[in-house]
């Protein structure tokens, strides 16, 4: 073969591929061993030349139509030998066969123990006709594959963190929850808050114009949503504060009769007469200090 190191089927794995392609069942990995023979493969093994160590496989893959990854790991208490075989197994019969680079596999004794995974690619006419056993108990995670998907996992985070922050949002206790800041109008650094800075930059107020800036000041305020060049609310921009407003209006009022003066009319209604001089009449006060609907008062916070 024209690579140094490979692997194939066995006899006894052409066999059960044969079987597999006929509809009767599929070829089924369940170990791996490893052993320090230096022959090259051949067909017609039936167990390594060496066998140093045997165990479960841990993951499977397929890499196309034809190929299969099978990943085996060789834990860090596990060594003190060299790596020159490797075997793959349907319980105790040898399916692959392959060779390896000679290694040695350290172990805790020589000081630079580490988890070694040896990934063997198996070549089958159709990869879908390949099964793994594989016991969860003994599945480990290699170093690199941890740290991919905890890569991964912090892009995810800092992905959704950046799409909320400036949210605003209310909450039933006093304090702000763990990323959230009270929206009390602080004044808060540019680069502790960088991230919601580059958000709302100084919309609510530019702190001292260089290194701060400050929050909006939801305390006590109902919201109303931007209107953003429909016309409901025109002249206003994104944060700006609006003092509280009754929309203008206007009353009627029946005036009651009495015998007077000015020809029976008594002088109640506004601008009414009496003997040719205008009285205004005003009614009786009513209300709090502030037009409000009914309410519930929670804690407003924004995302950092």
Same mark, same amino acid.
């Given at each position: 073969?024209?690579?140094?190191?490979?692997?194939?089927?066995?006899?006894?794995?052409?066999?059960?591929?044969?079987?597999?392609?006929?509809?009767?069942?599929?070829?089924?990995?369940?170990?791996?061993?490893?052993?320090?023979?230096?022959?090259?493969?051949?067909?017609?093994?039936?167990?390594?030349?060496?066998?140093?160590?045997?165990?479960?496989?841990?993951?499977?893959?397929?890499?196309?139509?034809?190929?299969?990854?099978?990943?085996?790991?060789?834990?860090?208490?596990?060594?003190?030998?060299?790596?020159?075989?490797?075997?793959?197994?349907?319980?105790?019969?040898?399916?692959?066969?392959?060779?390896?680079?000679?290694?040695?596999?350290?172990?805790?004794?020589?000081?630079?123990?580490?988890?070694?995974?040896?990934?063997?690619?198996?070549?089958?006419?159709?990869?879908?006709?390949?099964?793994?056993?594989?016991?969860?108990?003994?599945?480990?995670?290699?170093?690199?594959?941890?740290?991919?998907?905890?890569?991964?996992?912090?892009?995810?985070?800092?992905?959704?963190?950046?799409?909320?922050?400036?949210?605003?949002?209310?909450?039933?206790?006093?304090?702000?929850?763990?990323?959230?800041?009270?929206?009390?109008?602080?004044?808060? *650094?540019?680069?502790? !808050?960088?991230?919601?800075? @580059?958000?709302?930059? &100084? $919309?609510?107020?530019? =702190?001292?114009?260089? +290194?701060?800036?400050?929050?909006?000041?939801?305390?006590?305020?109902?919201?109303?949503?931007?209107?953003?060049?429909?016309?409901?609310?025109?002249?206003?921009?994104?944060?700006?504060?609006?003092?509280?407003?009754?929309?203008?209006?206007?009353?009627?009022?029946?005036?009651?009769?009495?015998?007077?003066?000015?020809?029976?009319?008594?002088?109640? *209604?506004?601008?009414? !007469?009496?003997?040719?001089? @205008?009285?205004?009449? &005003? $009614?009786?006060?009513? =209300?709090?200090?502030? +037009?409000?609907?009914?309410?519930?008062?929670?804690?407003?916070?924004?995302?950092?």
């Amino acid at each position: 073969m024209s690579n140094s190191y490979y692997a194939i089927l066995t006899d006894i794995g052409k066999a059960k591929e044969a079987n597999a392609l006929a509809g009767n069942g599929n070829i089924i990995i369940t170990h791996f061993s490893v052993g320090d023979g230096e022959l090259l493969p051949n067909s017609s093994q039936v167990v390594l030349q060496n066998e140093k160590y045997r165990a479960e496989v841990s993951a499977i893959s397929i890499k196309n139509e034809t190929t299969v990854k099978i990943e085996c790991l060789l834990p860090k208490e596990i060594g003190g030998f060299n790596i020159a075989e490797i075997g793959l197994w349907q319980n105790n019969e040898l399916i692959v066969v392959a060779n390896y680079p000679k290694s040695y596999k350290p172990t805790l004794k020589d000081g630079i123990a580490k988890d070694i995974i040896i990934n063997v690619n198996m070549g089958i006419a159709d990869a879908q006709k390949v099964e793994i056993v594989v016991d969860n108990s003994v599945v480990m995670a290699s170093r690199a594959f941890v740290e991919d998907e905890i890569s991964a996992l912090k892009a995810k985070i800092e992905e959704n963190i950046t799409a909320t922050t400036g949210q605003v949002a209310f909450f039933a206790m006093t304090t702000a929850p763990v990323g959230w800041l009270k929206a009390n109008g602080a004044t808060i *650094s540019r680069i502790t !808050y960088a991230k919601l800075f @580059a958000q709302i930059g &100084t $919309t609510f107020g530019g =702190g001292n114009g260089s +290194t701060t800036f400050q929050l909006p000041d939801l305390r006590g305020e109902f919201l109303r949503g931007w209107d953003d060049s429909r016309g409901n609310d025109m002249g206003r921009v994104l944060g700006s504060w609006q003092e509280d407003s009754i929309k203008n209006h206007s009353h009627t009022f029946t005036t009651g009769s009495a015998s007077d003066m000015n020809g029976g009319r008594f002088p109640l *209604s506004v601008d009414d !007469y009496y003997g040719g001089q @205008a009285f205004t009449n &005003t $009614t009786s006060a009513t =209300g709090g200090l502030e +037009t409000r609907p009914r309410n519930i008062a929670l804690l407003a916070c924004i995302k950092y």
